[in-house]
Every structure is written in structure tokens, then in C-alpha cells.
């Protein structure tokens, strides 16, 4: 039982390229979502998604796009890479809604845009 | 919208030594209220869950929290600090649909020999 899987584990972008951060799960869970975490700020929410086919926006969602065609997969865009979108990412998922509900994290992809 | 803040973004205590990490949040609402930890290039882990049966809450590694609605507070403790203890300890409240965690800013505990 793998649980939360994110790849890769480390990207360097340049400023304006694009790319995918993958994120796949194995518990059969509804609920995803993606966050960021910079220093000093915890982690804050991108996008989520609480069924196969259906995504929201969080609390920062510019700049990133999100599917999910399956329940397992929640891959996260970067559509044109900024400097300021430099962070550690965290795919999470969980049963059903957070509300009184364990989240599960992957290990994060630590991203470098130059 | 909802927020937390936790005091202190360092937290630096002996082994065997009390552990205490604070958490305020602002809920108009009940919260449902989490205590998350973070050990180095690691996720986050779940330490403690609010779940409104009881105030004070036990989670694993002898780590508990007491909620306080008058303070609104959810501080985390420990009586005695370990060594396998220094991570970063994250603080979060669920929004009322369940649809986000927001999370405080963490702490980092570093527990000297």
C-alpha cells in the first residue's frame, strides 16, 4: 500500500516553461487536493477536488490547473513557470471532506524556478 | 475566512522536558481543529484530531491538546520532550464544508541534549 505517491521528488524549471507535478493515489479516496508550502506561511491550498471530475480552487490558484479524470491521479499544471512560484509541493487526499477527517500527504516536490 | 496563528515559529526545550506549542484559530463556528507534524523532507503526518466528544485530545507519541473555545485556543503538549521530537508541528482548522485545511504558520521544535 503505497498511499500518497508525488513525482518528481525535485524540478528545476526556467522562468516561463511548463510542467507537470504528478500525484496519484491507492486508497480510494475522494477528496484531493494540492498545496504549497513557503516558509513561515504553513501550507495553502492550490486546488482540491472532491470526486472524479469535479475540481475547485483554493486559496492561491492562479498560475496552475488541475484534472481529475480518476479517482487515483490529481496532476497539477504549472502553466508558464515564475520565480515566485518557487515552493515545496504537498498532494494530499483523504476519505471524504476534511471535517472530521485524517489527510494524507505525499512526501512533496521541492521546485526551483529560475 | 478562517486563520490560525501559532506563536513562536521556534520552540527550543531540553530532553525531558515540557513541550508546549500554541495554536489560536478564528471560527465563527465550531471548529473541527487538527495538529499535524512534519519530520524532516517528509508530508505532514496526522498527530490529533479535534472530534468535539472531548476537550482533551490524545494523540500518538504522547502528544495531547486541549481545546478551549473561550480562548479559542488547541495548544499542544507533552510532558517530557524526546530527541525524535524535533520537526515542525503544524496547526490547522478545517473550513465548515470540509473543503480546505488552513493551516498556522508552523512551529519548529528543536530539542537540545
Known amino acids: 500500500n503505497a498511499g500518497v505517491t508525488q513525482t518528481p521528488k525535485f524540478q528545476v524549471l526556467k522562468t516561463g516553461q511548463s510542467m507537470t507535478l504528478q500525484c496519484a493515489q491507492d486508497?480510494?479516496?475522494?477528496?484531493m487536493s494540492w498545496y504549497r508550502q513557503d516558509p513561515g506561511m504553513g501550507l495553502r491550498l492550490i486546488h482540491y477536488?472532491?470526486?472524479?471530475?469535479?475540481?475547485d480552487q483554493g486559496e492561491v490558484p492562479n498560475g496552475y490547473n488541475v484534472s481529475r479524470s480518476t479517482t487515483e491521479d490529481f496532476p497539477l499544471r504549472l502553466l508558464s513557470a515564475a520565480p515566485s512560484q518557487t515552493s515545496v509541493y504537498f498532494c494530499a487526499s483523504s476519505y471524504n471532506r476534511l471535517l472530521n477527517t485524517e489527510a494524507f500527504f505525499g512526501q512533496g516536490t521541492r521546485l526551483t524556478v529560475v | 475566512a478562517q486563520s490560525v496563528t501559532q506563536l513562536g515559529s521556534h520552540v527550543s526545550v531540553s530532553e525531558g522536558a515540557l513541550v508546549l506549542l500554541r495554536c489560536n484559530y478564528s471560527s465563527s463556528v465550531p471548529p473541527y481543529l487538527f495538529w499535524y507534524v512534519q519530520y524532516p523532507n517528509q508530508g505532514l503526518q496526522l498527530l490529533l484530531k479535534y472530534t468535539s466528544a472531548a476537550t482533551l485530545v490524545k494523540g500518538i507519541n504522547g502528544f495531547e491538546a486541549e481545546f478551549k473555545k473561550s480562548e479559542t485556543s488547541f495548544h499542544l503538549t507533552k510532558p517530557s520532550a524526546h530527541m525524535s521530537d524535533a520537526a515542525e508541528y503544524f496547526c490547522?482548522?478545517?473550513?465548515?464544508?470540509?473543503?480546505?485545511?488552513?493551516f498556522g504558520g508552523g512551529t519548529r521544535l528543536m530539542v537540545k541534549p
Open positions: 477536488s472532491v470526486g472524479a471530475g469535479i475540481t
Open positions: 490547522a482548522v478545517s473550513d465548515n464544508a470540509g473543503n480546505m485545511l488552513t
Open positions: 486508497m480510494n479516496h475522494e477528496y
